[in-house]
C-alpha cells in the first residue's frame, strides 16, 4: 500500500497507482435514468389516471350527497303528485289513530253505561248528536267536563256525573293522556274507520264469526253545518228541554199546559221511568177520550218526560219533563184510534206502544 515504510502509517502518503490497475468505480453506481428529476411516460400516465379516479370519486361522492338530499327532501315533504303525505303529517296521524282507539275503549270501560255505547244517551245527556258535536261538544268544553265533573254543565251540585280526570277535585281515575285519548275518540270523524283493539295486548280484536276486525267509526261529520239561522245548541245541555215547550207539537191535538194537567180526564194509566227506562212497553188507552197520564219519574237527578208520537214520528204531545224523583199528571187531548209512540224527550231511546183504542 505505502513505498514510505519506516513512517508511522498517519504520515505515510499514498503509494502510486500503478496506471495499468482499473480506475474504481464511481461512488453512486445507478444508472443516469435513476437520476433523472421529470416523470417517466408510465408515471405521468399513472398519475393522470389516478387523479381521474379521484375526480370520478368525488364527483360520485357529491351526486350521491344530492341525491340523498333530493331523495330526504321529499321523505320529508311528500311526492308531489302521487299523494304521499308528508314523514311528520304521517307519523300525527297514527298518533291520532292510536289516540282515538285507546279512547273508545276507555270510552266503552267508563262512560257508555250512562252516556250509551254509541253515545246515543242514557242516564247522561246525548253526545253523538251533529248539532252538538259541532257547537257545544268542542275539546275544551270535553276537557272541562271530565275535569270538573257533571256540575261544570249546568251547574248542577248533585250531579251524577262523576270527575274524571285526576287534575280535578276531587281527584277522578283518568290521566291527562287518558283525557286526551277521550277527546280525541268524542270527535273522531264519522269518515275514519278505525278498528276495535285489546286494551293489553294492543292488537286488533277478531270477529270470530267473519274473522274480519273489528271497526267503528267517529262521530262527528265534518260536512255537518247547522241550518242557517238555527239557535246555537246551549251551554247547558239541560236547557235545551226547558224550552222544549217554544216548539209546540205540529199537531193541533197536542197539550202540554200545566193547567190543563190538573184536570182529571176519563182514563188513567200509569207509567214510570227507572234506569232511564220505562216500567212499561205498552200503554193502552181509549180512543177520542181525554186521557190522564199519571207520570213518575224514579230516577234520581235524571230529566224525563213523556211525549207521544204518531205513526209517522210527529210530536202529538209533549209533557213536561221533571227532575226525579218526581211525579207528574199530563192530559192528554182525544187521540185517534191507532198505534203511537211514546217516547222521553230527553232520552230517545226510551220508547213504549202507546195504543188507542176505540
Ligand atoms: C254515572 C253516569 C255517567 C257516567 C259514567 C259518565 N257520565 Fe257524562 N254525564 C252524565 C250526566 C248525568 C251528565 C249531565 C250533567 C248534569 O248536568 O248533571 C253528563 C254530562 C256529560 C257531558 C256534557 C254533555 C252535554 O251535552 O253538555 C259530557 C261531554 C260527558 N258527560 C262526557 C262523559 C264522558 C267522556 C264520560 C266517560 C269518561 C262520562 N261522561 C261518564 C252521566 C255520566
Not at 464511481?26 to 435513476?34: G, I, Q, T
Not at 253545518?225 to 191535538?253: K, L, V
Amino acid at each position: 500500500m505505502t513505498d514510505q515504510n519506516g513512517r508511522p502509517s498517519e504520515e505515510r502518503l499514498p503509494a502510486p497507482r500503478p496506471s495499468s490497475a482499473a480506475a474504481p468505480a464511481e461512488r453512486l453506481s445507478a444508472p443516469p435514468s435513476a437520476h433523472r428529476t421529470d416523470l417517466t411516460p408510465e408515471r405521468a400516465a399513472r398519475i393522470v389516471r389516478q387523479s381521474a379516479n379521484a375526480r370520478l370519486v368525488g364527483f360520485l361522492a357529491v351526486t350521491l350527497v344530492g341525491l340523498f338530499v333530493i331523495g330526504y327532501y321529499f321523505y320529508e315533504l311528500g311526492i308531489p303528485g302521487l299523494g304521499t303525505k308528508p314523514r311528520l303529517e304521517a307519523a300525527a296521524e297514527e298518533q291520532q289513530v292510536i289516540a282515538v282507539e285507546r279512547g273508545y275503549n276507555l270510552y266503552q270501560a267508563n262512560c257508555a253505561q250512562c252516556h250509551g255505547v254509541n253515545g246515543e244517551g242514557g242516564k247522561g245527556p246525548v253526545l253523538n248528536r251533529q248539532d252538538k258535536l259541532f257547537a257545544h261538544l268542542s275539546p275544551d268544553f270535553l276537557r272541562n267536563m271530565l275535569t270538573v265533573g257533571g256540575r261544570y254543565a249546568c251547574g248542577n251540585a248533585t250531579s251524577i256525573m262523576p270527575v274524571w280526570s285526576n287534575q280535578g277535585n276531587p281527584a277522578g281515575p283518568l290521566n291527562y293522556k287518558q283525557i286526551d285519548y277521550l277527546i280525541a275518540f268524542l270527535r273522531a270523524s264519522k269518515e275514519d274507520t278505525y278498528r276495535v283493539m285489546n286494551a293489553d295486548l294492543w292488537e286488533p280484536i277478531v270477529d270470530e264469526a267473519t274473522g274480519e276486525e273489528q271497526t267503528f267509526t267517529g262521530w262527528v261529520d265534518p260536512a255537518y253545518e247547522p241550518e242557517p239561522g238555527a239557535t246555537p245548541y246551549p251551554a247547558c245541555w239541560a236547557d235545551e228541554f226547558n224550552t222544549a215547550p217554544a216548539t209546540p207539537a205540529p199537531s193541533a191535538g197536542a197539550s202540554s199546559s200545566p193547567v190543563e194537567s190538573q184536570a182529571p180526564a176519563g182514563a188513567t194509566v200509569d207509567v214510570a221511568a227507572l234506569n232511564v227506562a220505562f216500567d212499561k212497553a205498552e200503554l193502552t188507552v181509549p180512543a177520542d177520550t181525554k186521557f190522564t197520564i199519571n207520570f213518575d219519574n224514579q230516577d234520581a237527578g235524571i230529566p224525563h218526560n213523556v211525549a207521544i208520537k204518531d205513526a209517522n214520528g210527529a210530536l202529538v204531545f209533549t209533557g213536561d219533563i221533571i227532575n226525579g224523583p218526581a211525579k207528574i199528571s199530563y192530559t192528554v187531548d182525544p187521540l185517534a184510534a191507532g198505534d203511537y209512540q211514546f217516547v222521553c224527550t230527553v232520552h230517545p231511546n226510551m220508547i213504549g206502544t202507546l195504543k188507542v183504542g176505540s
